[in-house]
Structures are given as structure tokens and as C-alpha cells.
């Protein structure tokens, strides 16, 4: 894999880095605003102390650390396939492009060596999984790979109490940051209430190293709530997941398909508020997740 100069010096020398996801460039958000929002959230993470990552795969090769022609690329190239665990091999050996998932952004991060990863929202169990089994690969992933995921909780279109018990199930520590409330990505409410509070990055940075000293495999999700002023509206935002929800299914949307046309929905059906709170959230999460990473290396 090509690690850039900055990032493989950066982890060299025990300076904070943070990992940064590429399907929400390709096929999380609609180009420019993906491309500048990906721009955006690398100068955010610099400004809270540390190094981006962004990971993708370019012609079979993985790539930590893209530059912004790079990124520029992943956003308006077509053809990129979303790449999760399991099309990592097959696109390494085709040599193709791939926008890794939080599912293969985790196993590249922690192959590079970086501990600290932030994202808008990670994939889940999908309403009706105890039928369809539609349950993301991301959750596998959080069950076994050693790194921090810094999400806006888990997002409104999935089953939320599905999801977190099977991260419970899979042994996955659930910090909830600020609020014991799950955030449910676009609003601060799930209505869910959390065991696991945290107040600051040191208390995450704790936890991450309490969780390598006593090597206790697999990864940490920290659910970092949307600011109250970006947050959307709740009943705005339930009924256009109900009506996205229900054109999947007329459409007979399925498989890794199913995600990036609920969220390209939305976005069409709150007439671009939704995209506005996700690129909120995800600077949030890049203030956060930055801060974590420097705690981490002065522990
Ligand atoms: N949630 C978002 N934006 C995204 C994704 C999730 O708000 O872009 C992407 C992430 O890359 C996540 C993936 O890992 O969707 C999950 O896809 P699936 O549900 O097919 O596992
Ligand atoms: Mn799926």
C-alpha cells in the first residue's frame, strides 16, 4: 500500500492521525459539495492538532493519506465501486478503484497503523434485517478491528435498537459523547438512553488504550451527536426516511445499493437540508475524533 510522506512520518514520530472514509465521497454525497466537504473535514482535523488520512484504493493499490487531486477524483470519477471487506480482494487483483466503506477504511487504517477514525455515520442493522438479514459489514468489522470509529451515532434510516444489540453481542464498547442519548445521526433524539457517557476526548483516549494494554481485539464506536443548531428538524426528517424507506422498496433497492439511494433520496426529499446536517455532523466528528488522537498519543 502507498502511505503518504506526511502520514508515514506522522505515525513515525507518534504524532496524532486520523483516518478518513472515501464511500461517503463517492457515494455518500452528490459532487462538488462531497469533494469540498472531504477537503473540508481534512483542514478541520488539522486545525484540532492532527494529521487526515483519507483511504481509498486507486488502480488495485490501497492509498492512506490522498492528496486533494485524489479526493477530487474519488468525487466525480465514475465507476468507483463501494469496497467493504468483501471486495477488497477483487479489487486488488482487477487493479479498480474503491471507495472503502467504514468496514475496509477500518482495515486499512488499522494495516497503517491508526487507531483514530472518523466518519458521518456507520452502517447498521436495516429495519426489517430480522427478515432481509441486511446487516452492515461495518458491524463485523467494529467486532474485530482495533480501531476507533467517531460517527454521529447510527443513522435514522437503519433499526437502532438492532443495531446496538449486535454490538453488544459482537463486544463492541458504545461511547456515548456528552448526552446519555444515542444520537441518531440527522437529530440528537433517538430516544434511546446509553449506559456509556463521555465528557471529553482524554476519557475516549483512556478507553482506547485501557482497550490495547489488555489486548481486547476489535473496535470502538463513539456516537458524537449533531450540534443542536445543525440538527434537523424531527419530524422533517422521519417522513422523509418513511417515504425514502418505502421508494427502496418499491424500486426493489437492495444489497449495498440500499444505502446510497436512502441517502441520495433524503437529500432530494428535504430539499438539500439533509445534506447540510450531514456535512455538519461530519465536521463535528472531525473536531472530536482529532482531539481524541492527540490524547491518545501523549498517553
Ligand atoms: N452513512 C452515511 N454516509 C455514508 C455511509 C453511511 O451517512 O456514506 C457509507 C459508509 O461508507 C458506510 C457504508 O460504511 O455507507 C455502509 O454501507 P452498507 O450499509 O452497504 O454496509
Ligand atoms: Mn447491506
Redesign the pocket.
Known sequence: MRVSKEVKEALQNNKPVVAL?????S???PYPKNVQTALAVEAEIRKNGAIPATIGIIDGEPVIGMSPEEIEQFGKRKGVK?A?RRDLPIIFANKEWG???????MILANMAGIEVFV??????A?RGAENTF?????LEELGKTNVTVV??GV?AI?DLNLTLEILETKGVPVLSYGTDEFAD?YTRHSGIKMENVVNSPLEVAKIIKAKRDNKLDGGILVANPIPEEDAMDSKVINNAIEKALKMADEAHVK??????FL?KTIVELTGGDSLES?IKLVLNNARLGAKIAKELCNL
Open positions: 472514509e472515501s464511500t461517503i465521497i457515494h455518500g454525497m463501494k467493504s471507495a472503502t466503506t467504514v468496514a475496509a477504511t466518519t458521518g455515520g456507520v452502517g447498521g436495516h441486511d446487516i452492515s459489514a461495518d460517527s454521529a443513522k437503519l445521526f444489497g449495498k445499493e440500499i444505502t446510497p441517502l450531514n
